[in-house]
């Protein structure tokens, strides 16, 4: 409640998981974990796996202290398996950004992936070994070991009390509880979660006097760019510096990845396959036109600055080689971004 969304693109070489793993209901983005401290600042972060549910507040574990240890994990299906589960971890972002614990983990998995039972799991379990705080099992109660537990007789797993709910269900296996048929303990409370509306939810906080914060955003000003590239200079670096603009980024065709993780941005929008109609009306209701893209230059986007007159500015590296340095209002250099920030914020209302 009163979180925000945030898609994140592992793009780029440095996200390559080309690992094996054994586990046939788990894949190779079980891996990503690894990078939680290139996308999140906070010092501390809850990692949750997508098959469970939390039942209840978590504000105890949140405020548990780490102090020297990487993590906070609970016991591998409840002592019967090997070291911690990583599916629920309270991690110790700052000291895993500060030690750069990913690259530990990229070179300790190109090491063993091909020898570890459980992918990430033994890799995290066997880097941090003793160096972690453990959970009690509430916080990571892994209901889906039934078959396992059944498998190999583990009867006292059956005999944990389930009231009340444990505050995180974990459905680990293959017996996923949204399967069609699944014989798994609890699976009508993941179905109570699934199929429960939003406004029930928004309900629960009512109730409390918690508001949801607005999260609506005026802007002050309106950028648009057209590309035939990916390459639009310096853009993750002005989206970063100067959160009150919207740049709108059009092409006419499919956009690469590059562009695409752009949608990271809060106040940034990308129109990929798009059509001059469209741009025409981007540009009207624009107040500023980037000339930032690299290759080909197309055409509509200056016939439409003229048109609507609009002013446009550009980098010294992407400045068009068939206008004039008269059409534009300003051509800053790429290498001293800054100069284009402050441009930028001369236009604002």
């Known amino acids: ?93 700052k000291k895993w950004g500060s030690e750069t614990i990913r690259q530990k983990l990229i070179d300790l998995t190109e090491k063993e992936h091909e020898n570890v039972e459980e992918g990430d799991q033994s890799i995290l379990n066997m880097l941090f070994k003793d160096q972690y705080s453990s959970l009690e099992d509430q916080y990571n109660f892994q209901i889906g070991y039934d078959y396992g537990a059944a498998a190999f007789k583990h009867q006292f797993i059956f005999d944990i009390p389930l009231e009340p709910l444990p505050l995180i269900l974990h459905y680990i296996s293959q017996d996923k509880p949204w399967n069609q048929f699944s014989v798994g303990r609890l699976r009508e409370v993941w179905w109570e979660y699934s199929l429960m509306d939003w406004s029930v939810i928004l309900n629960e906080w009512f109730s409390k006097s918690v508001k949801y914060p607005s999260k609506s955003q005026i802007f002050k000003l309106q950028c648009v760019n057209l590309t035939n590239s990916w390459c639009v200079e310096k853009i993750d670096y002005l989206a970063e510096q100067l ?103 001369s236009y604002m209302r």
Not at 17 to 41: E, G, Q
Request: proline fraction near 5%; charge should be negative; aromatic fraction near 12%.
């Open 1 to 93: 409640m009163g979180g925000d969304l945030i898609d994140c693109k592992l793009i780029g070489s440095q996200y390559t998981m080309n690992w094996s793993n054994k586990l046939p209901h788990i894949n190779h983005m079980t891996f990503a974990r690894y990078f939680i401290p290139d996308f999140v600042t906070e010092d501390k972060v809850l990692y949750l796996d997508s098959d469970l549910i939390v039942t209840g507040d978590l504000t105890d574990l949140f405020e548990l202290d780490l102090g020297e240890n990487y993590l906070a994990a609970a016991r591998s299906c409840f002592g019967a398996g090997v070291g911690f589960n990583a599916g629920v971890l309270l991690i110790n972002n």
């Open 243 to 345: 959160p009150e603009v919207h740049f709108h980024i059009v092409a006419y065709t499919n956009m690469a990845n590059e562009l695409l993780a752009l949608t990271r941005f809060p106040n940034v929008t990308v129109y990929p396959n798009s059509l001059p109609m469209l741009l025409e009306q981007i540009v009207i209701a624009s107040d500023l036109y980037l000339d930032l893209n690299h290759d080909r230059k197309l055409e509509d986007a200056y016939e439409f600055v003229l048109k609507y007159k609009k002013p446009m500015i550009a980098f010294d590296n992407t400045c068009s080689e068939n206008l004039s340095e008269i059409s534009y209002e300003g051509i800053y250099p790429s290498s001293i971004p800054k100069k284009m920030v402050a441009a930028i914020r």
